[in-house]
């Protein structure tokens, strides 16, 4: 969850709280007085030290929630890719001009982690991501 020390800050009309585009930027409790008798606790986000699934932890690194030095950031690529394949293709493809038709032809003759990756390489084709290797 987003916006904890975003919206005490806004509330108390005082920006003394550090906000962030990533997760773990509060890192102690603080308290901010908002009046004579309110006053507020910003906390650092808690998750829990660990998961009961991988599920849950990569449905959590998908949207941001967890550091990315504590998590190998290809794999997640590669999980969102193919949950996006198996429950959003007509968006993905729409977002990558990608031909949903043949996406799903290509299910239909290959198995699914092959595709998740071809998936993965047109997009990287699309946006001029892809680099040569031949350097390594
Ligand atoms: N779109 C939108 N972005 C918001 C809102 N509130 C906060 N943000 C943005 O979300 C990001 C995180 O906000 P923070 O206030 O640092 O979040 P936090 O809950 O204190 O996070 P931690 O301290 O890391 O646990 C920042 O880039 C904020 O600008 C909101 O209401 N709408
Ligand atoms: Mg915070």
Do not use: H
Not at 84 to 101: A, D, H
Request: charged share 30%; aromatic share 8%.
């Amino acid at each position: 969850m987003y916006g904890k020390s975003s919206f005490i800050n806004r509330i108390s009309k005082k920006n003394s709280l550090e906000v962030g585009n990533r997760p773990g930027v509060t890192t102690k409790k603080q308290w901010i007085r908002l009046s004579k008798n309110i006053e507020l606790l910003d906390t650092p986000g808690v998750l829990w030290p660990k998961f009961e699934n991988d599920e849950i932890g990569l449905n959590l690194a998908f949207t941001g929630a967890i550091k990315d030095d504590i998590l190998d950031i290809e794999e997640i690529a590669f999980y969102l890719l193919k949950y996006l394949i198996t429950n959003e293709l007509r968006l993905l493809c729409s977002k990558y001009n990608l031909s949903e038709e043949d996406v799903k032809k290509r299910l239909e003759e290959q198995d699914e982690n092959e595709v998740v990756i071809e998936v993965q390489e047109a997009i990287g084709r699309a946006k001029g991501a892809l680099i040569s290797r031949t350097a390594e």
